[in-house]
Structures are given as C-alpha cells and as structure tokens.
C-alpha cells in the first residue's frame, strides 16, 4: 500500500469511526518540535552543556547537581521552554482539526499541555504522567499540586532571563525558598491529585460508553508512542482492538510504527513523520 493510500486508509477510518481513543507519546510533541537536544537545547542550555557536559535537556533533568540554585535554574529553563513556549510546528492544531468533531478522548504521558494549547477539551484529557506545569512537595505529605507559572518566571529573572531568553544567563542565582518538587511521575513520590483521578475516571468512563466499548467502530490512533512506557498506551491498544471485532489500531510513529500479528489486517501502519501525515490528512 502506498504513502497516499495508507492515508486515505486512515481518513475513511476517522471518518467512519463512532469512537477516536488518541494515545500519545512523546513523539507526537518531538513532530511538533518539542526537541530535547540539538539546536534547541543550544539555544536555550548551552551553559549547562559547557558546565556539567551533558547534551540535552532529559539528561539535564537527572544531573545530580550539588546546589539547589543549580536544580531549579536547570528546571526553570526546562518548564519554561517546555510548558510555556509553544511548539515551533502546528501539529495539535492539525490534529484538533481532524478530530474536533468526533467523539474523541485523549490518553497522553507527555507533560507539556499541547493538547489544551491547541484547544482540545480539558474534559477529554488524561495526562497520567503528570504536567511540567505543576509543583508538588517534594516528600509528599498531601495529594495537591499547584500552578507553578508565578515562580517559574521569577526563577528566570533570578537568573537574569527575559521571556525569550536573550539576556546573560546566571545558573547560580534561581532559587526556590520552599520543599518543592516537580508533578512529574519519575517515582513512587508522584502526586495523583484531585484533578488527576477526575481524568482518570473520565476516561474509564468513556471506554464503557455504548460507542467506545464492544463491538463499537472505535479507532484506536496511537501517536508517537516508543517503547518506554507501553504498558501505559501501546499495549492497552493492542488488547482492545484485539477484543473489539469492529476496531481498527492505527500507529503513527516514524521508524517504529508495528503491530502484533493478532491485529495486523485490522491495523493502519504509517512510518513517517507524523507532522507530514497530520498535514496530509488535514487536507486530503
């Protein structure tokens, strides 16, 4: 099957579906170019890569740093280019518009927000790996978070920063007076707060919906998603489709788009860059 009939393979998919389950990964946000090393960690961290020699900005996250000034003049930068900057390339947006209309949910590890950036439904979202955009304690003692865009900017000033990042950078001087630590599911101290378990209801609840269970038309369109975390989207997809004689699986993922071959007549497989096949799509 050829580029252009995989396409419209999976336009007619969409379109006939009564159900859109999108599962997305962090390739989906690397198409949208959401990057964590090249050019962009150069521009936004090369005074790091010159003081502690590391070379992107996930290696960055897990630098045992001696000070806490150099802790969170790391992560600042991080969220704030990360969680606050839009993404260079209009890739949610295109997805939004190829959805919007369909009964779709959002199952998601990425942390940055894009989907609500891009307008999707807060109430159709399940980010379960937490969201750059929240503090928590660092030793949870409660199950609450909070928006953490107020510090963050202050934190950049602290280091002599403006919002673009253009003035002589101070790693030494961002400082965070109080025990906090990022809403980021790196181990067992994660915070599922209120909001968290709300999406996580949400989304259970959606499955057992006339049109997402069963024997419903349900696409299953998993984006970007590799090999970290696949019991979380990927695998979940493979059973579900697997049980539901009338769903189609659909994996956009450059070089790494696969089935099992339990579900591979009823899989749409397309290995090229998923800003290119969003943009064909939309207007195909």
Request: net charge negative; charged share 25%.
């Amino acid at each position: 099957m050829t580029f252009d009939e995989k396409i419209q393979t999976l336009k007619d998919a969409i379109l006939n579906a009564d159900a859109i389950i999108i599962g997305a990964g962090a390739g989906l946000s690397a198409a949208a170019g959401f990057t964590y090393s090249g050019e962009r960690f150069e521009k936004y961290f090369s005074d790091f890569r010159k003081k502690y020699g590391f070379s992107d900005m996930y290696s960055g996250g897990f630098y045992p740093y001696k000070r806490l000034e150099e802790f969170w003049a790391f992560w600042s930068r991080n969220v704030f280019v990360n969680r606050y900057l839009n993404p260079p390339k209009k890739v949610y947006e295109d997805l939004y518009s190829i959805v919007s209309q369909k009964d779709y949910f959002v199952l998601t590890t990425n942390v940055d927000h894009c989907f609500q950036k891009a307008l999707f439904s807060k109430n159709r979202l399940f980010y379960t790996q937490g969201d750059y955009g929240l503090f928590q304690c660092s030793e949870p003692c409660h199950q609450k978070t909070y928006d953490n865009e107020e510090q963050i900017l202050k934190m950049l000033r602290a280091q002599g920063i403006d919002v673009d990042l253009k003035d002589d950078l101070k790693i030494e001087n961002a400082k965070m007076t109080i025990p906090t630590g990022m809403n980021l599911r790196c181990d067992d101290t994660f915070v599922e707060d209120d909001g968290w378990h709300a999406a996580a209801e949400r989304y259970g609840d959606f499955l057992e919906t006339r049109k997402a269970r069963k024997n419903g038309k349900v696409l299953f369109l998993e984006l970007g998603v590799g090999a970290n975390t696949p019991g979380i989207i990927k695998y979940p997809f493979w059973q579900m489709t697997a049980q539901n004689k009338n769903a189609i699986y659909a994996c956009l993922n450059a070089g790494e788009a696969a089935a099992p071959q339990e579900i591979e007549a009823k899989s749409i497989l397309i290995n090229a860059d998923i800003a290119v096949i969003l943009e064909k799509l939309k207007d195909f």
